[in-house]
């Protein structure tokens, strides 16, 4: 239960930066991406994560603002009934899951207005735009690591802020660095050996291909 407690609210991400240059005219328009690096900075405090990727994309609809909160990029789709009414965890029906912070949130804002109990959601994939999958490892074989399991509840997906400020369509490529944080890594992870892939995804909804990091231990990809 300890750990349940110290890891899931300890997680988080940051974009560290971007940079683009001017490219072809003929990249794609799905965003096509490949790995770069991964390197794990040690603190006293949190520890990080660092994923560099290489991209390019022949529109440059690429990242999402702090306002891109409305269909088809809102956080969250409330469950309702046959008579539209929203699912409350009080009348939930026996298909609903107990009780968990990815499912169920309490006192959400519904229409600009505060609903005072425990409502039914699902999750909204398309408001990230980069989505990040950890496997481990274990006997020769590497599964997934789900970060949106018991007992951590949360994910590793996130944003990353516009490239382009305008809405013009233009070429290009660079460098996207992902910081991911968390108090936990060494104590959950030790001397596995791990696996990150990860996909980006541009506003047009259009997802890259996947890309992998080579298999590391923390202490290899350590940041001397």
Known sequence: MRLKNYSYLLFGFALLGYSCISPPENFPSTPEIEFSSLEYVGTSGQDSLLLTLNFKDAEGDLGLAATDINPPFNPLNYKRDAANNLITYGKRPSNAPNYNPIDWVIDPIVNNIIVKDTIWVEKNENQYNIFIRFFI??????????????????????????????????AVEGKITYRMLSSGWESIFRTDTLRIDVQIQDRALNRSNEVSSPPVTLRQITRK
């Open 137 to 170: 490892k274990r006997n020769g074989q590497f599964s997934e690591f789900r970060w949106q399991d018991p007992p951590f509840y949360t994910t590793f997906n996130g944003r990353f802020p516009r490239i382009l400020t305008t809405e013009i369509g233009q």
